[in-house]
């Protein structure tokens, strides 16, 4: 009954172990995710900045460009 029991307590041990890498995992599988979304969501917001510069820029350039020197 004592091999038993130790062989048990063993086992609880293994998944125990387990456990605690798994969430040791977990939690930094989360840091990274958000990491990312952060990034994502700077990235983002200067594609849109960037985007609204640019339709500004064609918006301001009412007038023909000038054709270029060797015609």
Same mark, same amino acid.
């Given at each position: 009954?004592? *091999?038993?029991?130790? *062989? &048990? #307590? +063993?086992?609880?041990? /293994?998944?125990?172990t387990?456990? +605690?890498? %798994? *969430?040791? /995992?977990? +939690?930094?599988?989360?840091?990274?995710? /958000?990491? %990312?979304?952060?990034?994502? *969501?700077?990235?983002?917001?200067?594609? #849109? %900045?960037?985007?609204?510069e640019?339709?500004?820029?064609? +918006?301001?350039?009412? /007038? !023909?460009? !000038? !054709? !270029?020197?060797? &015609?």
């Amino acid at each position: 009954m004592s *091999d038993e029991r130790s *062989d &048990y #307590a +063993a086992r609880l041990d /293994t998944l125990e172990t387990l456990i +605690a890498h %798994q *969430d040791r /995992t977990i +939690a930094e599988l989360n840091d990274v995710i /958000t990491s %990312q979304w952060r990034k994502i *969501d700077i990235l983002e917001r200067q594609v #849109a %900045q960037l985007r609204e510069e640019f339709q500004n820029l064609g +918006a301001s350039r009412d /007038t !023909p460009e !000038p !054709p !270029p020197p060797h &015609y």
